[in-house]
């Protein structure tokens, strides 16, 4: 088997997925061979001396870098290349790829395709019928792409409220769609039927569509001790929603929260809570034994996203430790949550039911520790590990003949 992801550290929930497959699949004695672009902060791996070389996106570029980075974000002729001598060399029976847009780009699918191999491709977000990734626009939940519309996104700068990002983005939607890449992919995975019957609407057109949802290790105990506070685990930007969570804790008194992770909007964020007077502990990007010893010592975690989140890594962990979830009536949170009864669902956006929802969560210890429990049971049944590799095992199985 060979795994593709732009990158091969554990950068996010996308990476950890991929290098925990990576991991399995060896476990279960699979030849595994891993296709990831050039990185300072990627793990060692024999396969590196085919990557492609690192390219920056962020920062300050000049007038030519940012040529080169937005044509190479479109379609890599460097990723084809070294590609196809990847899979030449190694002679994978599958292809397995996840996040790729933009660093690898769809030069990876035209690779594997010109040397006949079956391309399977599991779904970290909506990218493939959205070219902003994440449903939104300027803030608000948007699908006005479905059917391949894809000069929406331009016409409202929805990549990251830059011009130049949003038409990168839609020009690469537009010659993938008349290239017939994603029309290619022989089998996709969605982590949940949320995404799944979502991007079937908006028109991707998959031959297979096949939901597997994600792993995650557990049951176990949390650490023992005294609970308090909340915690948050994941991105700072925007369609996070986490300003709504500091704007709800306003007021109440004694609540502390950790926030654990890092992007644009960290001393927005720091700001914002000094200013509301609420304590917040901001640590960074931390590992995840360190997010393990947060669990292990909130009352609650919280996801208070705004846009359409599949099944974040961060609610199974915490489900699996038995920590209580309070998250946005949204996407795929409300499958892995069982419509609230395996944690507390609110409208997104709303700091006042947020505030509400928090103060009877922590006015009922009982309900909370039952909907803990109950959560444990779950991800036992439906997100166990070995399970998980069954089912992408039964995947590859007819494809690798």
Not at 131 to 136: F, I, V
Not at 279 to 303: E, K, N, Q, Y
């Amino acid at each position: 088997m060979l795994l593709v992801n732009s990158f091969y550290y554990p950068r996010g929930g996308d990476c950890v997925h991929a290098l925990n497959l990576e991991k399995g699949l060896k476990a279960r004695g699979h030849s595994v061979a891993v296709f990831a672009m050039q990185h300072p902060m990627n793990l060692d791996s024999v396969w590196s001396e085919y990557w492609p070389k690192y390219v920056e996106y962020g920062g300050k570029l000049g007038i030519v870098e940012q040529v080169c980075a937005a044509w190479r974000g479109v379609y890599s002729l460097e990723v084809r290349r070294k590609a196809e001598h990847l899979f030449r060399e190694f002679r994978p029976d599958v292809v397995h790829l996840h996040s790729v847009h933009f660093h690898l780009t769809l030069a990876v699918v035209a690779a594997a395709k010109s040397l006949g191999l079956p391309v399977v491709w599991t779904l970290h977000d909506y990218r493939t019928v959205c070219p902003a990734t994440h449903l939104l626009r300027h803030g608000e939940l948007c699908e006005a792409c479905a059917g391949g519309h894809y000069w929406h996104c331009l016409a409202g700068r929805c990549k990251s409220d830059s011009a130049a990002k949003s038409v990168v983005t839609t020009v690469e939607s537009y010659l993938s769609a008349m290239r017939g890449h994603l029309r290619g992919i022989d089998t996709y995975v969605a982590p949940s039927t949320f995404l799944a019957e979502t991007v079937t609407r908006m028109g991707l057109g998959a031959r297979e569509i096949v939901v597997v949802p994600n792993p995650v290790d557990g049951p176990r105990e949390m650490a023992t001790g005294i609970r308090s506070g909340m915690l948050y685990v994941g991105r700072l930007s925007h369609e996070k929603g986490v300003d709504v969570l500091i704007r709800a804790l306003q007021g109440l008194t004694g609540m502390e929260l950790h926030v654990a992770g890092d992007g644009p909007l960290r001393e927005q964020l720091e700001a914002l809570a000094a200013r509301l007077g609420v304590a917040a502990t901001f640590w960074g990007w931390v590992d995840p034994d360190r997010i393990r010893s947060l669990m292990g010592s909130a009352a609650i975690l919280c996801v208070p996203s705004t846009c359409y989140e599949n099944c974040p890594s961060a609610v199974l962990e915490a489900m699996s430790a038995g920590l209580p979830v309070v998250a946005s009536d949204l996407g795929g949170l409300t499958e892995l949550l069982e419509d609230g009864r395996c944690g507390s669902l609110v409208p997104a956006g709303d700091v006042a039911a947020l505030q509400a929802c928090i103060q009877r969560a922590l006015a009922s210890p009982a309900e909370l520790s039952a909907m803990a429990e109950r959560a444990q049971v779950r991800v036992a049944t439906r997100h166990d590990p070995e399970l998980f590799l069954d089912r992408i095992e039964g995947i590859y199985a007819p494809l690798a003949g």
